[in-house]
């Protein structure tokens, strides 16, 4: 099994940005594919970004793009996810999450494990 622990989270004004990280741990995962989905009280978990671990192709929600980058760096088994001109609608808790598809896909249920998530709060 894998484990994913994010990190980064805050609070932030309007217009700032932050920067997730998610270490992941564990068995071999080069063929995984690594998303970001974040989660707002009463709303249902929401996609956000995705890569895969080997070939790096990515995929975005539209409410992100342009915005988001989401990123990995394979020597130090890292994904990130540099979130900028935040808006006050992104506050949520974000989840970076691992599949075995190895292929991008913006549905939670291609994903297998998930991490605990870590929060992000936008306000001036």
């Known amino acids: 099994q894998l484990q994913l622990v994010e990190s980064g989270g805050g609070l932030v004004q309007p217009g700032g940005s932050l920067r997730l990280s998610c270490a992941v741990s564990?068995?071999?995962?080069?063929?995984?594919?690594m998303a970001w989905f974040r989660q707002a009280p009463g709303n249902e978990r929401e996609f956000q970004a995705t890569?895969?671990?080997?070939?790096?192709?990515?995929h975005y929600a539209d409410s992100v793009k342009g915005r988001f980058t989401i990123s990995r760096d394979n020597a130090k088994n890292m994904v990130y996810l540099q979130m900028n001109s935040l808006k006050t609608e992104d506050t949520a808790v974000y989840y970076c999450?691992?599949?075995?598809?190895?292929?991008?896909?913006?549905?939670?249920?291609?994903?297998?494990?998930w991490g605990q998530g870590t929060q992000v709060t936008v306000s001036s």
């Open positions: 564990g068995r071999t995962f080069s063929r995984y594919s």
């Open positions: 890569i895969t671990w080997i070939g790096g192709s990515t």
């Open positions: 999450a691992a599949g075995r598809g190895g292929y991008t896909s913006s549905s939670s249920a291609s994903y297998d494990y």
